[in-house]
């Protein structure tokens, strides 16, 4: 099962109308937690809203992640070991109030953190592919920024 998730607070109908378009060559289920937009998707069901518990199951069970650039989906995916497409929007064009999601993916497909698709094409290709996760991140911050924090304050008082 591919999950997409896009937040709750500004729906994304590029997105839902391109997975739409790809969903039909695909042999695998989509499951959608999305604010609804003005595109109604013909091929998965689209939900505005999953309950925290109900999302970490869907999460846990998904083969691929496809979202948005926001962090909290990118950690999940990072913390769990799920392969992570990302699909940002784009202000330019209406979907956001800057580009900071954009920035935010380019920074990590140059750091190897996740899969990143900017189109259709782009898409199209990642979904059809057997990914596996780039990265894995604990749920606690790493020793040595645990280290240069304590030293930090130590300094400081």
Request: hydrophobic content about 45%; charged content about 30%; proline content about 4%.
């Amino acid at each position: 099962m591919i999950f997409v998730t896009i937040g709750t607070q500004i729906p994304f109908d590029r997105l839902i109308e391109i997975l739409d378009r790809i969903a039909p060559e695909l042999n695998e289920e989509i499951y959608a937690q999305a604010l609804r937009g003005k595109y109604k998707p013909k091929h998965f069901k689209l939900i505005d809203f999953i309950e925290p518990d109900e999302f970490e199951k869907v999460f846990a069970q998904a083969r691929l992640i496809v979202a948005h650039a926001g962090m909290g989906t990118i950690l999940s995916a990072l913390r769990n070991s799920k392969p992570l497409v990302i699909f940002p929007r784009i202000a330019s064009i209406g979907e956001h109030r800057n580009e900071h999601q954009k920035a935010t993916a380019l920074m990590i497909k140059e750091k190897n953190y996740a899969y990143v698709a900017t189109d259709e094409q782009e898409l199209r290709e990642l979904l059809h592919k057997d990914l596996h996760p780039l990265k894995h991140i604990g749920d606690t911050a790493s020793k040595s920024l645990v280290k240069s924090l304590e030293d930090f304050i130590d300094f400081n008082m």
